[in-house]
């Protein structure tokens, strides 16, 4: 049986998963519903873009359907919890935000409620996120074929332990900050070696591209890195100065402080 979908949240993370589910899933869905907090605008607009029905009432249509996607910040979810408890009867309620793992959720919802956890890169909106998932105590196979059909809609996906995902935020939400940060610092050394603003993203960003697309094929990263460094030559020059720099361990550190942070 096909399910339907209700998103709680129409933000850019929700359209991100819509878009991915009508361009690459629709003929294994069958209706999707969206509602927000106080905007009927951007309902309006999910459906002209997606054909999604809105919903202005959150409550209107929750025990029709098979799904709930919880695509609001992490900070609502108490109130919305509150809100569709009575409501809850066998759907599968998934959320996507940072820091709300399964346990959180079935602490808060009717007991043996299957529940999921989604956490997704920005990347989503070009169908490129790699995602982490989980699931809580009362999943079935049912349930894990409807996380898998919504956590491959937007990317690639790995299943993980909530712990895990805990940890691996950092690595996978938040690193693509630290790469931006790196391609930040060469477009301003191009810049710095003559070229205009424009010229300096395309060549970056181009060799960004090709690199990962390199990653891709699954050559290692090391011999990759090998294959571009003659010995003695002009790149080990350059990699010479980022050891120095302790790249490594700085690289380590941003991941250890972010999650430090987000342990609050
Ligand atoms: N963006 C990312 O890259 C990313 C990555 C991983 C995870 N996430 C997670 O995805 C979730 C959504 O992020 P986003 O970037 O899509 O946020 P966003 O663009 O700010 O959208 C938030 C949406 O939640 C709605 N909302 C807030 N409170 C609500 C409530 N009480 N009831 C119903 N709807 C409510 C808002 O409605 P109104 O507009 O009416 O207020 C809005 O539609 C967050 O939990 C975030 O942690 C995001």
């Given at each position: 049986m096909k399910p339907s979908i209700l998103f709680v949240g129409a933000g850019r993370m929700a359209e991100a998963i819509i878009s991915g589910l009508q361009n690459k899933k629709h003929d294994q869905i069958k209706d999707i519903f969206v509602t927000n907090k106080s905007n009927p605008t951007r309902l309006k607009e999910l459906e002209s873009k997606y054909g999604v029905i809105p919903k202005?009432?959150?409550?209107?249509?929750i025990t029709q359907v098979d799904i709930i996607v919880l695509?609001?910040?992490?900070?609502?979810h108490e109130e919305v919890l509150k809100n569709i408890y009575p409501y809850i009867t066998n759907q599968l309620i998934i959320t996507i935000a940072a820091g709300i793992g399964p346990e959180h959720l079935e602490k808060r919802l009717p007991k043996e409620t299957a529940v999921g956890w989604i956490m997704p890169n920005t990347a989503a909106e070009v169908g490129q996120s790699i995602s982490l998932y989980a699931y809580g105590h009362f999943i079935t196979d049912t349930h894990k074929q409807q996380m898998e059909l919504i956590v491959n809609s937007i990317g690639a996906s790995q299943y993980c332990s909530e712990e895990e995902i805990h940890k691996l935020t950092a690595i996978t939400g938040s690193s693509p900050a630290f790469l931006y940060q790196f391609v930040e610092s060469l477009i301003s050394m191009t810049e710095e070696l003559g070229m205009t603003k424009d010229v300096a993203q395309k060549l970056v960003t181009e060799m960004v591209i090709g690199s990962a697309e390199m990653l891709k094929t699954g050559k290692l990263p090391s011999d990759l890195r090998e294959q571009v460094t003659t010995p003695g030559g002009a790149t080990a020059e350059g990699l010479k100065v980022l050891k120095m720099g302790n790249f490594e361990q700085l690289i380590k550190n941003a991941v250890i402080a972010t999650n430090k942070k987000a342990k609050g």
């Open positions: 202005n009432q959150l409550i209107d249509r695509a609001m910040p992490p900070k609502d």
